[in-house]
């Protein structure tokens, strides 16, 4: 479930009088703006930069945004900026992922709605036809789709590394528990039969979710890296010429930066701040020759 924050946004977002192709860059502006954050909602959105045939439509038509919008979002991308890695922090968000709450379930959120919109984009678009057309967008959407549910995985199974995470902390509150039941059973006979359990299967409970979330963490440090890596690759299978490129690169863009602002939201130390500043440095160079 989203936050209310992001609800708001989406609501708005669907509210907007436009077709599947427009609601699905909105949705790839507002990623980027919580993730890359190198420009606002409304420059975020691709247009053309060229071309005098669509000199009156180098836009997309996505109706009037309210500007209580961009106020609400700006206000809410600040959130996402986490400058000082503190443990209370990693631990707060990592509880907030395993209720399915917080940045992270957000940020897999946003993916959804892009992948929902994205997949629903068939034959005529009743606002942005001209522009679909133009670029070809039929021809590259399963590139694109592709692409998007990779990093969707990513998310998921971040979320499922701030489970057993969880998992392990419970399990460890039963050892805990049991233990003190052990020692109180000295008069009743009771609290050694509840104790007992807890104690034996709290400490089997740890030592599983301890032995997988530890497995899952270096599996996704494995996987970011290629993310990351991959956009060298997409370059020659969706960019094409000058005109299209905005539309093709604006989609990929945030989506790495996807995978750097949630481990951000995870980093408990100076060590793992300075890895992801590198790889946020990384795709920073890598996008420059775009200009987007």
Known sequence: MPSNQLDQLCQQIEKQKTDHFGK?????????????????FADGLPKYATGSMFWRKNHLNIGEIPIGFTQQLDSYAREFINLQPHWSKTLHH??????????????????????????????HQSHNQDIFEYISFEKKKKGLIDFIQQVSTFNRQLLSVADNGCNTALS??????GFVLVLASIASIIPLIIGLPLVFGGAYGAYHFATKAK??????????KQVIEKISLLQGDLFGDKNSVAFY???VKPLPYTVVTAG???????SQQKTLKGYRD???????PFSI
């Open 24 to 40: 699905f860059y909105m949705y790839v502006s507002l990623l980027n703006t919580l993730t890359a954050r190198n420009k606002t």
């Open 94 to 123: 990592i509880v907030m992922a395993y209720v399915r709450k917080g940045k992270i379930t957000d940020l897999a959120y946003i993916i959804d709605q892009m992948l929902s919109h994205l997949m629903s984009i068939q034959g």
């Open 172 to 177: 460890l509150l039963a050892v805990t528990t």
């Open 215 to 224: 497995a899952q963490a270096e599996q996704l440090e494995t996987q970011m």
């Open 249 to 251: 690169a604006a989609a």
């Open 264 to 270: 951000e939201q995870l980093m408990f130390d100076e």
């Open 282 to 288: 990384t795709l920073d160079n890598t996008f420059i």
